[in-house]
């Protein structure tokens, strides 16, 4: 694409062309001393006060020669720079950064005065902790990554800025320890992002489809984490982190499935308190995908795995019921489903009354008039409450949940052995980034125990986890 | 992904192999061995331990089956002989499959056919094979703390129903009693041929061939011991008790309280034998892949079609199981002991002759 040409009217005429949006502005003005200057920005997205402040101000009373190297001097912006072709300087109009042009220019000038648009640095909503660090990252790539920087004093941080989307451009930082993180890793990474050839990035959760290994996969590939302090503790032992401009959700590589089970706080209480809450959580995650499903299938092939008493229990209750245990456990599921999808969705008053209306009346009305049985309610609740003691991977555990159901309600107790069997052989055989998303357990390491379900003292983990391939493997001396 | 550690080998042998022997194998050794039924199977776990011995050992020389049979014998008879083996591992995959479709209707349901609910597995093994033998190492590491959990689950609630003086008096059963059980037993003991298509993918490390001898004969107390304690509470009776380790813990005193809590380690085990069952499938795709060449889509399309045959046995001897059990046991058991017992020990041989013996 072509350079400025330094005739104002014809440069002027060019950018238009090129941006014929109705937002796109020029400001024309001329110094005391007769040199003509246009001002070329994205109305919405570039603030006008610093404009005014930093370029429009100083050059009224611009007495100097026409080179860009002359009038930089006399801009009071912190953040200039100087660009020829109308490819870059489209791109940086489009970025919220105005474009200063004149009669006679050898190159235009480019001002840093972007206005920026950001809420306040919160508490993610979805990983609250009771100790601990509580800020969350927030839409802006610039203040996520001062949220990084500020917990690593080091030259050895790196960010790597890379452009994904055609036409949203968006900006991802790759971010790594230089000497800790595998060098292969960040490669691979970087590779991975310049191979996609897509128009627009809304979310960091569009890459993780093109860093996945598996971009099919029901098995999540890509760690994410709203916290910095997670996020930088991930870093530090050696992963790669990724924060994508626009979405409050960083990404970390490689990612293991036992990350989701552990928590920022584990980090912060005693170890035995940590391993009690971790074993916990897988326990509470297994009982809220199996137990439904085991339910079903004792009622309907094997009524022996019920207790007598609790046998007779379920018997007086199910009696009335016109629906088969399957068929009642999955409306239960359903309705379940359906009120946690319109509970997030629905405004924060008439949710208070949604959760009335699920509790009384499709919990309790619907027992009393024998549409389903008291025992289904209470599995079904027991196993909504556990889906949610590993959040990150609610996604998955509730499609596995609803596939053992229905597993369990056709092919009965066996038919759990065997997704079950598929479940592991599937993920056993899942590897991205040269990590195997079960590890430590399999493939079996035992140094990387140490920090899995359970958690040893922070003095007994001198070492970054075996699996990462850390150049720099001690972290305490 | 394609490499087996030497830990995931000790797993096998030590968790995951004595794991086949417990549903129909305690039943027939009670049949012919009566109260000398730990005899017999004290020597299938010997003899098992030597040949996995041999093929740990030969394990060293880092060839695939047929890299050691075409270096031995030219191209021509390395693919026969790796077809043959391949062969013998898909006849060998048969009992165990129809053996657990037999639990699998027994024990786990009272009123679905055995079609609608052993049918899935085939679904299971025909994904299971399609996968890199690298894959089943690392199933290992996930199953042997389930087949820990689930053994020794059982051991503890059947042990208290036990009476361990009914083994006694040793000997009672005499030389025929032992013979005629150890005869039937051997097809059940072909641990040492899942390893040889595996030849070339273990990592092999200083003497792996004892340690995995030795964990070989660590799983093996384990099954002693479960059938100590089986026909310690069985007794006489024991013949008649096909499904094992199903039936050994249900006489537990909690099971009144509790119900049948006992089936949290059967569902472990069971899980455990689904992967265990697929082996000698896997194992005869391997062989056929080394004989063949490795094409892209070759070990999926042969893992549908041998798991499409064996979903057709399993339909057409639905109901001729007693028949299908007296011909492997019975009329062509030798092929066991040829190709697990004998093969091992003479590809080691061969190599020793060849002047390349290495040692454990």
Known sequence: MKNISGKLKSDLKELK???PAEDILTFEFSSERGLEFALVYADPISDKELLGEQVIKPLIKYEGEKKAKDIGEKLASPELRTEKSFEKLTAEILAGNPVLLWEGADEAIVAGTKKVFVRAIAEPSTDVVVKGPREGFIEDVKINTSLVRRRFKTGELK?????????????????????????AAVEEVKKKLNSIDIDYVPDSSYLTHFLASRPFSLVKQVGTTEKPDIFCAKIAEGRVGLLVDGSPIALTVPYLLIEDFQSSEDYFVPPYRATFTRLLRLFALIVAIYLPAFYVAAQLFKLQLFPVKLLLTIAGSIRDIPFSPSLEMLLVLLVLEVLNEASIRMPKYVGMALSVVGALVLGETAVSAGFVSTPAIIIIAFSGIGLYAVPNLIEQTS????????????????????????????????ENFGAPLVAPFSPFVAHDLRDSLVKYNLGSLPTRPELLKSPNKRRLK | ???????????????????????????????????????????????????????????????????????????????????????????????????????????????????????????????????????????????????????????????????????????????????????????????????????GHIEYREGMAWKGALFYLLGGAFVLLFFATFYGIFQETAV???????????????????????YVFIYALALVMAFYCALPVQGSIECTLQACGRKKYLPTVLGILLSAVLFALSLILDYKFADVLQAISGTVFWLFPVFCLAVPALMLLFLIKGGRRETA
């Open chain 1, 17 to 19: 062309k090129l941006l």
């Open chain 1, 159 to 183: 960010m790597d800025m890379v452009e994904v989307g055609r036409r949203s451009k968006t900006v991802v930082a790759v971010c790594y320890l230089d000497g800790i993180s595998k060098p």
């Open chain 1, 399 to 430: 499609v596995l949940r609803l596939v053992m159901l229905l597993v369990a309600g056709s092919v009965g107790t066996y038919g759990i052995v065997l997704v079950t069997a598929f479940v592991i052989l599937y993920l056993v055989t899942t």
């Open chain 2, 1 to 199: 992904m394609n490499k087996i550690s030497a830990r995931q080998i000790y797993f096998f042998l030590a968790c995951v192999a004595p794991v086949g022997k417990l549903i129909l194998l305690p039943a027939q050794l009670a049949n012919f061995s009566k109260n000398d039924l730990l005899f017999p199977l004290l020597a299938h776990i010997l003899l098992q331990a030597a040949a996995v011995f041999c093929v740990l050992l030969l394990s060293k020389k880092g060839q695939t089956l047929y890299d050691l049979m075409e270096n031995a014998f030219g191209k021509i008879a390395a693919k026969i002989l790796a077809g043959v083996f391949a062969l013998f591992l898909l006849f060998a995959a048969l009992l165990p499959i129809l053996e657990q479709k037999l639990f699998v209707q027994n024990v786990f349901y009272d009123t679905l056919p055995t079609v609608v609910s052993f049918s899935p597995y085939f679904l299971f093994a025909a994904f299971l094979c399609a996968k890199p033998l690298g894959g089943f190492g690392r199933t290992w590491d996930i199953l042997a703390p389930l087949a820990i959990v689930g053994l020794a689950g059982i051991l503890l609630l059947s042990a208290p129903s036990a009476d361990f003086g009914a083994l006694a008096p040793a000997g009672a059963a005499g030389g025929a009693g032992f013979l005629q059980g150890a005869r039937s037993g051997f097809a059940w003991f072909y641990d040492a041929a899942l390893l040889i298509p595996m030849l």
């Open chain 2, 240 to 262: 008649n008790q096909l499904f094992a380790f199903s039936a050994t813990s249900k006489y537990y005193e909690g099971v009144t309280t509790l119900g049948r809590i006992d």
